[in-house]
């Protein structure tokens, strides 16, 4: 199992930038953040594998927005978020799997059997 613990979330104006952080436990085959909305699913916003050279996915919304990075040896992940908008307020959730299925459903919570507590990041008008 690996225990993750997210920090750097916070209350930000539009247009403002912020860097989340995750820290796991032990090295994880692929690492990602998701996002949940007041009433609404979570969802997926970006993920990092170690199996293919170092290569980052994003979901649609975010792309040109958000950049994920892994440190490998410090087995952390962190996604810093540029031009915030207030539909980006969400808990945000750092997840990580050992399983060889999260090379290819890197996008599916169910891919993802460690998650973190949440981070909160608020984004006003």
Known sequence: ?????????????AGDSLRLSCAASTRALTMAWFRQ??????????AAGT?????????????GRFTVSR??????????????????????????????DSRAYYYREAAYENWGQGTQVTVSS
């Open 37 to 46: 909305a007041p009433g609404a699913e979570r969802e997926y916003v970006a």
């Open 71 to 100: 440190d490998n040896g410090m087995n952390t992940m962190d996604l810093q978020m540029y031009n915030l908008r207030p539909e980006d307020t969400a808990v945000y959730y750092c997840a990580a799997s050992r399983r060889s």
């Open 1 to 13: 199992q690996v225990q993750l613990v997210e920090s750097g979330g916070g209350v930000v104006q």
């Open 51 to 63: 199996w293919n050279g170092g290569r980052t996915y994003y979901a649609d919304f975010v792309k």
